[in-house]
């Protein structure tokens, strides 16, 4: 039946006018919210494209300072924040907040989110059929993707998360499924971006590397870092000197995350810095079992939902935003359930996904980010259910 509407003449018009529709929208929203006054500073896609615009003026890119009289200056606000929010991304992830600063703010604000959309939607239609997923349920993956709450909130501040997502998704599809070592290597530079969140993927890398000989994906990843840094030290020479000492000076612990670090520090004193760093050690010491028991038959699409989970559980900074990066996991279970037999758990599974996010949503009305560290664990525990329910390790690599 779908076969034969998309034979049909009207298809493409009702197509043209959803896809215009949709655009008129996203214009709305990025005149009446993301760029209204009361909400600019606030957002932070604001830092990052202050950020873009001191590094082309030959600034410092990190200024507290400075970010903070650009974030004034389009908001209209003469308010000075207890704690200025700068962009915390290595040298390397400047050419990409330069080349959105090189137009006016409101036009950029809105490419951006346009573009996120684009890579949402993209890193859930390749991780479906990388995963063996139906061409005839492509809306499966869009649905289980747009109602994670995290994404609602991750378009709204304009994160850059969308392409650490990208860099997960290309790096997967690169190794397995065009054993392309030189642009899997290009797509972990990606997640390098924000290399905090996914911070097991490094050492899994390396032990990977080192067991497979598989070089040049670090050639790769160290080839374009190199090329992406000297591109921002072009217009700012004192980039690289710049970035240490301004970050080590303002560290991002002084921020609430939902992060178990943080409800530590809660617990025992603010002041003990170090307990935030106690999870990312036992995620590593995670890592060293899994990598002892699995390495011999390492598959990095079976291993890649288990360790974005236990990333994402023991980082020791981040906010939940920043749990879109669980397309890559989430879609792969919901992939394996659909071919299940089970559709009693199924419906159960799918229920409590869409309770647990509209659980969120509400939270978020009402709460600080950083009081929802409940959110990952109920994702973990559904998505322990949905392995039960599939196969993790039934993978069709249609792509």
Same mark, same amino acid.
């Given at each position: 039946?779908?076969?034969?509407?998309?034979?049909?003449?009207?298809?493409?018009?009702?197509?043209?006018?959803?896809?215009?529709?949709?655009?008129?929208?996203?214009?709305?929203?990025?005149?009446?919210?993301?760029?209204?006054?009361?909400?600019?500073?606030?957002?932070?896609?604001?830092?990052?494209?202050?950020? !873009?615009?001191?590094?082309?003026? !030959?600034?410092?890119?990190?200024?507290?300072?400075?970010?903070?009289?650009?974030?004034?200056?389009?908001? !209209?606000?003469?308010?000075?924040?207890?704690?200025?929010?700068?962009? =915390?991304?290595?040298?390397?992830?400047?050419?990409?907040?330069?080349?959105?600063?090189?137009?006016?703010?409101?036009?950029?604000?809105?490419?951006?989110?346009?573009?996120?959309?684009?890579?949402?939607?993209?890193?859930?239609?390749?991780?479906?059929?990388?995963?063996?997923?139906?061409?005839?349920?492509?809306?499966?993956?869009?649905?289980?993707?747009?109602?994670?709450?995290?994404?609602?909130?991750?378009?709204?501040?304009?994160?850059?998360?969308?392409?650490?997502?990208?860099?997960?998704?290309?790096?997967? =599809?690169?190794?397995?499924?065009?054993?392309?070592?030189?642009?899997?290597?290009?797509?972990?530079?990606?997640?390098?971006?924000?290399?905090?969140?996914?911070?097991?993927?490094?050492?899994?890398?390396?032990?990977?590397?080192?067991?497979?000989?598989?070089?040049?994906?670090?050639?790769?990843?160290?080839?374009?870092?190199?090329?992406?840094?000297?591109?921002?030290?072009?217009?700012?020479?004192?980039?690289?000197?710049?970035?240490?000492?301004?970050?080590?000076?303002?560290?991002?612990?002084?921020?609430?995350?939902?992060?178990? !670090?943080?409800?530590?520090?809660?617990?025992?004193?603010?002041?003990?810095?170090?307990?935030?760093?106690?999870?990312?050690?036992?995620?590593?010491?995670?890592?060293?079992?899994?990598?002892?028991?699995?390495?011999?038959?390492?598959?990095?699409?079976?291993?890649?939902?288990?360790?974005?989970?236990?990333?994402?559980?023991?980082?020791?900074?981040?906010?939940?935003?920043?749990?879109?990066?669980?397309?890559?996991?989430?879609?792969?279970?919901?992939?394996?359930?659909?071919?299940?037999?089970?559709?009693?758990?199924?419906?159960?599974?799918?229920?409590? =996904?869409?309770?647990?996010?509209?659980?969120?949503?509400?939270?978020?009305?009402?709460?600080?980010?950083?009081?929802?560290?409940?959110?990952?664990?109920?994702?973990?525990?559904?998505?322990?259910?949905?392995?039960?329910?599939?196969?993790?390790?039934?993978?069709?690599?249609?792509?």
């Amino acid at each position: 039946m779908l076969s034969s509407l998309r034979k049909h003449p009207a298809y493409r018009v009702i197509l043209w006018m959803l896809m215009i529709l949709c655009l008129i929208l996203v214009w709305r929203l990025n005149k009446s919210i993301l760029n209204e006054s009361s909400r600019i500073s606030g957002q932070d896609y604001s830092q990052f494209w202050a950020a !873009g615009h001191l590094n082309c003026s !030959g600034e410092n890119p990190y200024s507290p300072e400075k970010i903070n009289e650009i974030k004034s200056r389009l908001s !209209g606000l003469d308010e000075v924040p207890r704690v200025v929010a700068i962009a =915390y991304n290595p040298p390397w992830a400047l050419p990409i907040f330069m080349l959105f600063s090189l137009v006016e703010y409101t036009f950029s604000r809105l490419v951006w989110l346009i573009l996120s959309i684009v890579i949402l939607i993209y890193c859930a239609n390749r991780t479906w059929r990388a995963y063996g997923g139906s061409e005839r349920l492509r809306w499966v993956p869009l649905l289980a993707a747009f109602t994670l709450g995290p994404t609602f909130l991750l378009l709204r501040q304009g994160q850059l998360t969308p392409l650490v997502l990208l860099g997960i998704v290309g790096f997967l =599809y690169q190794v397995e499924f065009k054993s392309n070592d030189w642009l899997a290597g290009a797509c972990a530079a990606l997640v390098s971006i924000k290399p905090q969140l996914f911070f097991l993927f490094w050492i899994a890398l390396v032990f990977w590397v080192i067991d497979r000989k598989r070089w040049r994906v670090l050639l790769g990843f160290g080839l374009t870092l190199g090329i992406f840094t000297l591109i921002g030290t072009v217009f700012n020479k004192s980039l690289l000197p710049q970035y240490l000492p301004t970050v080590l000076n303002h560290l991002p612990t002084v921020w609430f995350t939902p992060t178990i !670090g943080s409800y530590l520090r809660m617990l025992f004193g603010l002041e003990k810095v170090w307990l935030q760093f106690i999870p990312p050690v036992i995620g590593i010491l995670w890592f060293v079992i899994r990598w002892r028991d699995h390495h011999a038959y390492w598959r990095w699409s079976v291993e890649l939902p288990s360790l974005l989970f236990v990333s994402l559980l023991t980082m020791s900074f981040g906010w939940t935003y920043d749990y879109v990066l669980l397309y890559a996991a989430i879609i792969p279970m919901a992939s394996m359930m659909i071919r299940s037999h089970s559709r009693r758990r199924i419906v159960l599974i799918a229920v409590a =996904y869409l309770a647990v996010n509209l659980a969120y949503l509400g939270a978020q009305l009402h709460l600080e980010d950083g009081y929802l560290g409940w959110f990952l664990p109920a994702l973990g525990v559904i998505y322990l259910l949905a392995r039960r329910t599939g196969d993790p390790d039934r993978l069709a690599g249609q792509v």
